[in-house]
């Protein structure tokens, strides 16, 4: 069975910092690239952050570079987002997703709420 499971979430102060983390099992996790996407209250998906199989590459959305940073423990099958400096527009609901080739996988989602 897979699943895809973040912790992490929480509220925060202005500034403040978390780390996200997705646990992963039922599916071969350093065989596929992994994504971080949030979805703020009213509004649409949006892709955060995404690192490659190996997690040599990383990639981030304009709005959360240099304050994000995506990392992955393939021994742990397991995925990360260190989040600092954070900001109130970063108020939203965080998913992991990890995608195939061929398919693709979805967690819960975590709630991360920025506010002083």
């Known amino acids: 069975q897979v699943q895809l499971v973040e912790s992490g979430g929480g509220l925060v102060q202005p500034g403040g910092s978390l780390r996200l983390s997705c646990a992963a099992s039922?599916?071969?996790?350093?065989?596929?690239?992994m994504y971080w996407v949030r979805q703020a209250p009213g509004k649409g998906l949006e892709w955060v952050s995404v690192?490659?199989?190996?997690?040599?590459?990383?990639y981030y959305a304009e709005s959360v570079k240099g304050r994000f940073t995506i990392s992955r423990d393939n021994a742990k099958n397991t995925l990360y987002l260190q989040m600092n400096s954070l900001k109130s527009e970063d108020t939203a609901v965080y998913y992991c997703?990890?995608?195939?080739?061929?398919?693709?996988?979805w967690g819960q989602g975590t709630q991360v709420t920025v506010s002083s």
């Open positions: 039922g599916f071969t996790f350093s065989s596929y690239w």
């Open positions: 690192i490659n199989t190996g997690g040599g590459s990383t």
């Open positions: 997703n990890a995608r195939g080739i061929i398919n693709g996988y």
